[in-house]
T-cell receptor
Framework: KAGVTQTPRYLIKTRGQQVTLSCSPI?????VSWYQQTPGQGLQFLFE???????NKGNFPGRFSGRQFSNSRSEMNVSTLELGDSALYLC?????????????FGPGTRLTVL | GDSVTQMEGPVTLSEEAFLTINCTYT??????LFWYVQYPGEGLQLLLK?????DKGSNKGFEATYRKETTSFHLEKGSVQVSDSAVYFC???????????????FGKGTLLTVNP
């Protein structure tokens, strides 16, 4: 079974631009979560989607948004990019979206904002 | 809120040495506990998990026991290899969080370097 895939793997943008990242979960998984990883803040939760509904959102500004499609694929969007948005963005999927379930991570998208 | 504290390292060991990475947690609910590993340039891979008190998770020679009385989930391996060099993350999720609170809370990560 194929794992979680994320595209693109690398992105370079300039301040003020916007960016869209894509995530395809493991087949059959209905929950998709997004995390931001930086050297200073570590791994921080962005949001989680289940059956096209955002169920949970982390403490990030409204410039960060996402959505999930009927096939469970998910996208996240960051508008008006800032230098501090440079990070590794990780997507994870789980089968049931329940607390005991394992989240499986993709390889991440490395975003650099210049 | 929930939080995870783990020794930040870096930890440097010789091959075949014993490894312990400490992890303690604070949770308002009843958490499931996880250890993930991240190799350079890659995403996170699940190493092991435990979903209830006294459970022992194990994989690839690594072990961790869910200790509710000490709110701990320490990672151990009896004999490390060079290939174990990576960053290790302890994490928790609320076991009853299917819904508006479903997420992983991570520790800061521990960089392990194993020298031949």
């Amino acid at each position: 079974k194929a794992g979680v895939t994320q595209t693109p793997r690398y992105l370079i943008k300039t301040r003020g631009q916007q960016v869209t990242l894509s995530c395809s979960p493991i087949s059959g998984h209905r929950s998709v979560s997004w995390y931001q990883q930086t050297p200073g803040q570590g791994l921080q939760f962005l949001f989680e989607y289940f059956s096209e509904t955002q169920r949970n959102k982390g403490n990030f500004p409204g410039r960060f948004s996402g959505r999930q499609f009927s096939n469970s694929r998910s996208e996240m969007n960051v508008s008006t990019l800032e230098l501090g948005d440079s990070a590794l963005y990780l997507c994870a999927s789980s089968l049931t979206g329940e607390g005991t379930d394992t989240q499986y991570f993709g390889p991440g998208t490395r975003l650099t904002v210049l | 809120g929930d939080s995870v504290t783990q020794m930040e390292g870096p930890v440097t060991l010789s091959e075949e040495a014993f490894l312990t990475i400490n992890c303690t947690y604070t949770a308002t609910g009843y958490p499931s506990l996880f250890w993930y590993v991240q190799y350079p340039g890659e995403g996170l891979q699940l190493l092991l998990k435990a979903t209830k008190a006294d459970d022992k998770g194990s994989n690839k020679g690594f072990e961790a026991t869910y200790r509710k009385e000490t709110t701990s989930f320490h990672l151990e391996k009896g004999s490390v290899q060079v290939s174990d060099s990576a960053v290790y993350f302890c994490a928790l999720s609320d076991s009853y969080s299917g819904g508006s609170n479903y997420k992983l809370t991570f520790g800061k990560g521990t960089l392990l370097t194993v020298n031949p």
